[in-house]
């Protein structure tokens, strides 16, 4: 039964759905002091085909398991990415894995980022602080498709420079053609000539033909109901502006009703929703 009382899955489904397939850290990378990548081979090397916007449950042996976003590119299988902040006892744990370690891995799970609504038209990419992690499967696409879209513009706002998230490849994607990056942090520091402040402040500016776009947003809730409001008041149709919200996790498959916004379960119907969907539920405190 999921929380709304409707039988989703048979129990063999749910049993499969919760079982973790084992996995090994191939590679660990420190992008921060409190935030790591990690690259994830399965033991049984079958491939793990998963599509920009899913995330996966991982779990550390006797801590637990938690919701984590796959950040790498969608079209390479053999491998899973993922980008971490330690904020609490299973992410710490993930975060101090070493290469080699086993980890348990559900999924993918959840919907995807509605990609081929963006073809013929101009994407923007809406991230702020670790929310970059979750929209990068997204810029792998856009670049493989580089020519079947209009223009792809990335705005990243961050707390400070020494928080920017893939700073070189962020830099690095400033010189392809008919691709702009747009940068803000909250904080300046001593070396720091861009912008300061919101992601809100370089939305008009960066937008090219409003009408013409697609947005997609991750971030802190507060950044992506503000950047939601944004891009609609800019002329960016509601429907064309995607969010992918986050709730604690348990089950993610439709299970436990842990992760309930509203008349949404994130998992089963997210964590990718179009603006009109959840608008009104952002701004419902502790909803
Ligand atoms: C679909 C989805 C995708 C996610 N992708 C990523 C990702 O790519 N990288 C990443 O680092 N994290 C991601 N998260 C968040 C991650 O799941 C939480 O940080 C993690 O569950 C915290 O667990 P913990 O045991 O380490 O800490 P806890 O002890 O559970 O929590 C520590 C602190 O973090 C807060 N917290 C817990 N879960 C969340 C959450 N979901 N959102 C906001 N605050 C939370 C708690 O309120 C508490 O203050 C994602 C979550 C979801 C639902
Ligand atoms: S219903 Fe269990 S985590 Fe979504």
């Given at each position: ?18 079982l ?17 990548t ?71 799970l ?15 990419i809406?991230a ?10 997204i810029?792998?696409w856009?670049?493989?498709?580089r020519?079947?879209?209009k223009?792809i ?15 070189p ?12 990056v ?10 720091w ?17 409003p009408?013409?776009t ?31 919200m ?9 299970w436990?009703?842990?992760?309930q ?21 952002m ?5």
């Amino acid at each position: 039964m999921n929380a709304i009382g409707q039988l989703d899955r048979s129990p063999l489904q749910i049993d499969s759905g919760m079982l973790p397939r084992p996995f090994v850290v191939r590679s660990r990378r420190e992008e921060m002091s409190d935030c790591v990548t990690l690259e994830l081979a399965a033991l049984d090397g079958e491939p793990l085909a998963f599509e920009a916007g899913q995330f996966t449950m991982l779990y550390v042996h006797g801590v637990g398991e938690v919701a984590i976003s796959i950040s790498g590119d969608p079209a390479v299988s053999d491998s899973l990415i993922h980008t971490i902040r330690a904020v609490g006892a299973v992410s710490q744990a993930l975060c101090g894995l070493s290469e080699g370690d086993r980890v348990g891995v559900r999924g993918p799970l959840g919907n995807s980022w509605p990609l081929e609504r963006a073809v013929g038209k101009h994407l923007m990419i809406v991230a702020g602080g670790l929310g970059l992690a979750p929209v990068r499967p997204i810029i792998y696409w856009a670049l493989a498709n580089r020519d079947r879209l209009k223009s792809i513009d990335i705005v990243y706002g961050t707390r400070a420079p020494d928080q920017i998230l893939f700073a070189p490849q962020l830099l690095g994607l400033s010189t392809t053609d008919g691709l702009r990056v747009g940068m803000t942090v909250d904080l300046a520091d001593q070396d720091w000539r861009g912008q300061v402040g919101v992601v809100t402040d370089l939305i008009p500016s960066m937008l090219r033909e409003p009408a013409e776009t697609v947005a997609m947003v991750c971030g802190p809730e507060i950044m992506m109901r503000f950047t939601g409001q944004a891009l609609a008041a800019a002329g960016v149709p509601a429907e064309e502006i995607f969010l992918s919200m986050e709730r604690n996790m348990k089950c993610g498959i439709g299970w436990c009703g842990h992760c309930q916004l509203g008349p949404h379960l994130i998992c089963r119907d997210g964590p990718v929703f179009p603006y009109p969907a959840v608008r009104d539920l952002m701004s419902v405190w502790e909803l």
